[in-house]
């Protein structure tokens, strides 16, 4: 089984040149067992890559069940392996999936040094400029391709709160593609610059964040790009850090205030939703002082199911799905009526970290960039993380982007969600939440 096979890799660890060319030596068809497939699957030496490339390229076997011997590549950094990768290009030119793959699985010097594997790249990209996603972005990302800026510029308008969108902002700002979003800044169509914004918020990194405190705070931009610049100055994990900072230094006019304050209001953290919100005019002291209805007082309404869904659609749909409503990044609630009495439920929304459900806790990873990711880790692998955030984007992570990582100690659900919900309000709400079943 797959622990004894672990069992033998470690036991094999640092002297598998030694060890793999003596095993094949007693082997008349090194290929011809499973065990065998097993065991180059787990090598860690160049003497493996060309069975490897043999498995991963046996197009006799559904590429499903070929995986792991592409992922397996990715340990052995030594030897013949971007040549293999390349050869699979060659052997396999009239097949996308694995073209995909292998590019997956190259290196940046070695598409650069290849004709072939330059050429699977632009015929791959241009492919799949007609309907990018996520996969698409990954290319762009792995091989630094920056003329694919243009389409970059129209997923991030096109898309702004969807992943493919927010990360092809970010790419922009690694691909010298500043220059196209200053463009739309200074043109006339005001919907693309609200878009475009939107993207921006999400990216999170220094240049992104004074890029839009720019934007922001200088008056040349005019009123309205001003105003949605200030609107998404918070929305990342460093930007909702820059709006506090900005407010206790008195860079915002006083117009602003609001909009900057607004931009911070899903933030995880409720300090700063607290502490940005006493810049607001008038603010009150005690806010912090609301207290939690219970449900005795929440009795007292008779819950409207519709206004209760509406409620959802506000401040629970961006993280949960509902049957087809909603995003899939917490606990789905589809039949959650069936599974938790009111008073749980209540509970739930006013004590979110009471209880983290098992495969649901956050993460903060900080960028070697100086960029911070937030979201819940889904898949993970030596070599990359797959990070889902609210609104059931997903991001692609290499581990060797990462410069430290850290498991959040409370849930990624807002604390204080009920300080802006009235009791009313609230009882619709749990009664909504029932009716699920």
């Not at 969108?165 to 693309?192: H, M, P, Q, Y």
């Not at 709006?243 to 915002?252: G, M, Q, R, S």
């Amino acid at each position: 089984d797959k622990w004894y096979l672990e069992a033998l890799g470690a036991g094999a660890a640092d002297q598998w040149d030694l060890f793999l060319p003596a095993y094949l030596a007693k082997l008349k068809d090194p290929l011809g067992t499973a065990a065998s497939k097993d065991l180059i699957f787990r090598a860690r030496t160049p003497a493996a890559i060309p069975l490897l490339a043999s498995l991963a390229g046996d197009a006799s076997v559904p590429l499903k069940q070929r995986l792991r011997y592409f992922r397996a590549f990715d340990f052995n950094t030594k030897g013949a392996k971007s040549a293999a990768l390349i050869g699979l290009i060659e052997k396999n030119s009239g097949d996308t999936a694995v073209k995909k793959l292998v590019l997956h699985h190259l290196d940046a010097g070695a598409v650069k040094s290849s004709i072939v594997a330059q050429k699977a790249l632009k015929e791959l990209l241009s492919a799949m400029a007609a309907d990018p996603g996520d996969e698409y972005i990954a290319l762009v990302k792995q091989y630094k391709v920056s003329t694919e800026n243009n389409n970059l510029l129209k997923l991030a308008i096109a898309k702004p709160d969807r992943s493919v969108g927010k990360n092809a902002a970010g790419l922009l700002f690694t691909l010298n593609g500043v220059s196209l979003i200053n463009e739309v800044i200074a043109g006339k169509d005001t919907l693309a610059q609200k878009q475009l914004l939107g993207a921006v918020g999400s990216v999170g990194t220094t240049n992104s964040i004074d890029y839009l405190q720019k934007l922001a705070l200088d008056k040349k931009y005019g009123d309205y790009v001003n105003n949605q610049a200030a609107l998404r100055i918070g929305n990342s994990w460093s930007g909702e850090e820059r709006v506090v900072e900005i407010l206790k230094k008195k860079k915002v006019p006083a117009a602003l205030i609001p909009s900057v304050v607004k931009s911070v209001a899903g933030a995880w953290r409720g300090s700063i939703r607290e502490e940005a919100s006493s810049f607001l005019p008038g603010a009150g002291k005690d806010a912090s002082g609301v207290q939690p209805p219970t449900v005795q007082e929440l009795a007292a309404f008779k819950p409207d199911l519709k206004k209760g869904a509406e409620i959802y659609g506000t401040y629970c749909a961006t993280c949960h799905v509902a049957g087809n409503a909603g995003y899939d990044f917490g606990p789905a609630l589809t039949q959650i009526g069936n599974k938790l009495p009111r008073e749980a439920l209540l509970e739930a929304i006013i004590k979110p970290s009471a209880g983290i459900g098992f495969g649901f806790e956050g993460w903060l990873l900080k960028m070697k960039d100086g960029s911070m990711n937030s979201g819940i880790i889904k898949s993970r692998t030596e070599t990359d993380i797959e990070m889902v955030m609210p609104g059931g984007n997903k991001k692609s992570i290499k581990t060797s982007d990462i410069d430290a990582m850290e498991q959040m100690k409370n849930s990624m659900m807002p604390e204080g969600l009920y300080k802006g919900i009235s009791k009313e309000d609230m009882a619709s709400l749990i009664g909504y939440l029932e009716s699920l079943r």
